[in-house]
């Protein structure tokens, strides 16, 4: 009798070093327009001005934008690429090899700065086109774990190991 042998062909799922989607403080500006409106909405209300409602409406549905935005992109790096996806369908938007990582650098403005966010832009060593994490938390560890995985790919993949 012959057994029956399955060989599984599905590629291993490479290892999540660091996944994120956008910081909240990410949409401040949404959330302070909220706020505004929110207040407008008191005020129409405590003085008995008609329309107070559809501030107040407009104040939720802006707190649910900003919800809806947040997820949009999904961040991850793993032990070989950085990869930016559709937080909803989970479709691959941008992605870049580690070995090709040059330049990784974090902008940030005053306010991003207050909440600890930032932007990490990372340049490809081959291609003009780059790589954009906006709303980070706490860039530089992203930035220092992103520069030392490619550092340690990049010596990986120049010097293979010997008994190859």
Known sequence: MTSLHLVDKTPPVPRVVWEAFPAWAQFSWLFLLSALSAL??????????????????????????????????RYSLTADRITVRNGYTGREIQSLPLDDVGEVSVRHGLVAGFFGIGTLVVHPR?????????????????????EALAHRRNRVTTHPPANL
């Open 126 to 146: 081959i291609t003009d086109r780059v790589l954009t994490l906006r709303g980070v938390f706490d860039p530089g560890e992203v930035k220092r774990n992103i």
């Open 40 to 73: 407008r909405a008191a005020l129409f209300f405590h003085f008995g001005v008609e329309g107070w409602e559809t501030w107040l409406w407009g104040a939720g549905m802006l707190i649910v934008w900003a919800a809806l935005l947040r997820r949009w992109a």
